[in-house]
């Protein structure tokens, strides 16, 4: 799960990068006036507070649909032992009542995991776009600030060196690591967050359980 929240956060701050790298320059500028610098996409998302906070609170979620999976898988194996261990010995029409009940179970379960895994991929996708939003100004400000003209994401631009001086990552961390200095989420997306997803909201994300 962390990997995929990673993956997902890399690409949503990357873009934010390149953004920032496209439009940076104030004017044209000449080869010898131009100042390139870097900037590790993935530490950002680790090692900053707003990033740690929006994995945690999707990692949170995850685990909760990983739980009510697991109890809807166990009472799935446990009525698939009762008909191996005594659906020869049971009248015809409790077997068959049994064998129903255990198809609509496992219907429920296979639509249970559908729903889990979109409803994450909604909060991992309301979360990075929040990400996103509240990085870019700070990789705006600190670009301007140190008079860059490109800033590109260090790690997939092609790039093979890049001197450590031109690195801006702490730089970027520190000041989006200061509540004062990154905008706050807007009242009616604290209230958004707030509300449970709708049912049936689903995601390509991984699914939180493994089907019996």
Not at 175 to 192: E, I, L, R, S
Request: no cysteine; proline share 6%.
């Amino acid at each position: 799960m962390k990997r995929i929240v990673l993956t997902v956060a890399v690409a949503f701050v990357a873009a934010a990068v390149h953004a920032q790298g496209t439009t940076a320059a104030p004017a044209p500028a000449t080869a010898s006036s131009l100042r390139i610098g870097v900037i590790n996409v993935e530490r950002l998302v680790q090692e900053s507070a707003l990033g740690k906070e929006a994995f945690n609170r999707v990692k949170k979620l995850n685990d909760q649909k990983k739980d009510e999976g697991d109890k809807l898988q166990k009472e799935l194996r446990d009525m698939e032992q009762k008909l191996a261990d005594q659906g020869a010995a049971l009248a015809d029409d409790k077997r068959d009542a049994l064998q129903k009940s255990y198809q609509e179970k496992a219907i429920a379960f296979k639509r249970f995991q559908d729903d889990a895994t979109r409803e994450l991929e909604a909060a991992q996708k309301k979360e990075l776009g929040e990400l996103e939003r509240r990085v870019f100004p700070v990789i705006n400000q600190v670009g301007k600030e140190r008079g860059f003209t490109l800033i590109f994401n260090k790690f997939q631009s092609g790039l093979v060196y890049a001197d450590e001086a031109v690195d801006l990552t702490d730089d970027v961390l520190k000041v989006f690591n200061t509540p004062v200095a990154v905008p706050a989420a807007k009242p009616a997306d604290a209230t958004a967050a707030a509300k449970p997803a709708a049912p049936g909201a689903k995601s390509p994300a991984p699914a939180p359980t493994k089907k019996p």
